[in-house]
């Protein structure tokens, strides 16, 4: 049974929730609970049930949330909230403030539609090399990436409507000490591993009859961009001599392209020296394509795009060169 002050509060209760609480509104009530809805947008939505107790409002309301396209743990985590918020306030009407309060919540807090995500990141992205710092109120994550002598700092925007809008990746403000050769196509890559996110391809039959979906693009993009990218670039070794693709020493990074020790990133996202990717290329055996030494795919690049046969033909006349001046310098001895 409702006693009286709890009778009162529900008579206008659909008026006051509409004209005081952003985006909620009463669905009905019956006996002692009442449905509220909170949407902000079709993917940040809460159902809201409410349950009055007897002795209501001297005691707390108790809340419970439902919602089809939010994270479970970040329900179970605002529950914990309101209870505590609840206490703060017997005695008085209880439902607008906290309707409200769960409203402002989810305008001030943009990564709430990407909660699980976020937490994700948190888990396996962040480390002694990788700092978050996430504005919650804009929706803006900032990453900085800080590894033996080199830095970069990405900003990556969640959008209200997100999933359904990809993040955006700002690159006006991208920083980094590694050089442009390789970080712009990358960059380049990652705008489109977003775009492919929330756009079907332009070849449908690539769908193969599927119709298309829209995935998450956050942790996605983020495990691209800074975890197989501009950390492994500064953390991984050359695979074909052993030694650090880039010098700890930013000023020392090479950008001439003939340079042996200039970095470049074949078709499977791997790179390597220039001077040792260029004898493995030009080296037997040349009767099969050669293979990444990492993840074993055919190695593929602009800058070698020889045939096998081309390949061996010039390497047969470049051992053929070296003999008749070997026999030169016998003849002379
Ligand atoms: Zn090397
Ligand atoms: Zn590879």
């Known amino acids: 049974m409702l006693n009286s002050q709890a009778v009162k509060e529900l008579s206008d209760i659909k008026e006051r929730v509409k004209h005081n609480v952003h985006f909620a509104e009463v669905q ?3 006996d002692n609970v009442l449905w509220v809805t909170i949407s902000r947008t079709p993917r940040v ?20 949330l439902k919602s089809k396209t939010l994270s479970d743990e970040l329900l179970k985590g605002l529950v914990k909230l309101l209870d505590e918020n609840c206490k703060k306030y017997v005695g008085q009407y209880q439902v607008v403030i906290q309707m409200k309060f769960l409203s402002d919540y989810l305008v001030d807090n943009l990564f709430c539609c990407c909660f699980d995500e976020f937490q994700k990141i948190k888990r396996e992205v962040c480390s002694d090399f990788v700092e978050l710092k996430p504005k919650q109120k804009k929706g803006v994550a900032q990453f900085k990436i800080k ?48 775009r492919k996110c929330v756009e079907p391809p332009l070849n449908l039959k690539l769908l193969k009859g599927k119709p298309f979906e829209i995935k ?12 197989d990218s501009l950390l492994l670039f500064k953390q991984t070794e050359c695979k074909l001599c052993g030694e650090p693709a880039f010098p700890d020493n930013p000023n020392e990074v090479r950008t001439y392209e003939r340079d042996p020790m200039y970095v470049e990133r074949v078709y499977c996202g791997h ?26 795919l055919t190695i593929y690049h602009e800058r070698w795009k020889e045939t096998p046969q081309v390949l061996a033909d010039r390497w047969a006349h470049k051992q053929a060169k070296q003999r008749e001046l070997e026999e030169v310098i016998d003849f002379l001895q």
């Open 28 to 30: 009905k009530y019956h």
């Open 45 to 64: 939505t809460l159902d809201c049930t409410i349950l009055f107790t007897e002795y209501y409002p001297q005691d707390p309301l108790i809340i419970q």
């Open 147 to 194: 590894c033996r002598g080199h830095q970069s700092l990405v900003k990556i925007t969640v959008p209200v409507n997100y999933p359904n809008e990809a993040v955006a990746i700002d690159l006006k403000e991208f920083e980094s000490t590694l050089p442009q050769y390789l970080t712009n196509p990358i960059l380049k890559q990652a705008v489109e591993e977003v």
């Open 216 to 227: 998450p693009s956050f942790y996605h993009v983020v495990k691209f961009l800074i975890v």
């Open 271 to 296: 790179i390597f020296h220039f001077g040792c990717l260029h004898k493995l290329i030009n080296t037997p055996p040349f009767n099969e394509n050669k293979q990444c030494p990492v993840c074993k």
